[in-house]
């Protein structure tokens, strides 16, 4: 079991930008795939983004806007947010999967990001 600690949330206007960090408590990088999910208010969990090795995956709603980026050597998940938009507006998770495995296991507590009109 991996633990997953979320930071970086916040308040941002329209247009702005936050860095999302995840803090992972063991070495994943050869075992796992790391990944972004959100929830909105009212609405249920969905995928953001996610990255096995070096290749990256991002839903359509975020793509040109996310970049979700990993730093092997300090076990550390980023999702670096630019052109917020109000939609964006949810508790966003850190979530880890291993390779073999078909879901995900490990999750975060999650961070609130707010993004104002």
């Known amino acids: 079991q991996v633990q997953l600690v979320e930071s970086g949330g916040g308040l941002v206007q329209a247009g702005g930008s936050l860095r999302l960090s995840c803090a992972a408590s063991?070495?994943?990088?050869?075992?796992?795939?790391m990944a972004w999910f959100r929830r909105a208010p009212g609405k249920e969990r969905e995928f953001v983004a996610s990255?096995?090795?070096?290749?990256?995956t991002y839903t359509d709603s975020v793509k040109g806007r996310f970049t979700i980026s990993r730093d092997n050597a300090k076990n550390m998940l980023y999702l670096q947010m630019d052109s917020l938009k109000p939609e964006d507006t949810a508790v966003y998770y850190c979530?880890?999967?291993?390779?073999?495995?078909?879901?995900?296991?490990?999750w975060g507590q999650g961070t609130q990001v707010t993004v104002s009109s």
């Open positions: 063991g070495r994943t990088a050869s075992t796992y795939t």
């Open positions: 990255i096995t090795g070096s290749s990256a």
């Open positions: 979530a880890a999967r291993k390779m073999s495995n078909r879901e995900y296991a490990d």
